[in-house]
């Protein structure tokens, strides 16, 4: 069983950065892909991006290609997501979450066995 926790999140402005982080614990976590989604408000969750657990391969939605960077340290059980220029719809509760799969499809349609809570990240204009 493999536990998460993101933190990080907060109240930013418009162009603003944050750096999410999850701790994972209770698993091998360099055996596991990692993925970073979150939910508007109002709205379905939604795929922000991946990283698989051996190579590193990386997945981004398009809507924060170039502006969010997700990375992981496999000696601190750790996954990033490093948000620059934040703009006011990406308010939402992120989340992270684990999967021993590498397969980009499910990676991005959420195919994940392990979730973490959420932290909110609110971006005022």
């Known amino acids: 069983q493999v536990q998460l926790v993101e933190n990080g999140g907060g109240l930013v402005h418009t162009g603003d950065s944050l750096r999410l982080s999850c701790v994972a614990s209770g698993g091998t976590f360099s055996s596991y892909s990692m993925g970073w989604f979150r939910q508007p408000p109002g709205k379905e969750r939604e795929f922000v991006a991946a990283?698989?657990?051996?190579?590193?391969?990386?997945y981004y939605a398009d809507s924060i290609k170039g502006r969010f960077t997700i990375s992981r340290d496999n000696a601190k059980n750790t996954v990033y997501l490093q948000m620059n220029n934040l703009k006011p719809e990406d308010t939402a509760v992120y989340s992270c979450?684990?999967?021993?799969?590498?397969?980009?499809?499910?990676?991005?349609?959420?195919?994940?066995?392990?979730w973490g809570p959420g932290t909110q990240v609110t971006v005022s204009s």
């Open positions: 979450a684990a999967t021993r799969t590498s397969d980009s499809y499910f990676l991005r349609g959420g195919l994940y066995d392990y």
């Open positions: 990283i698989t657990w051996g190579s590193g391969s990386t």
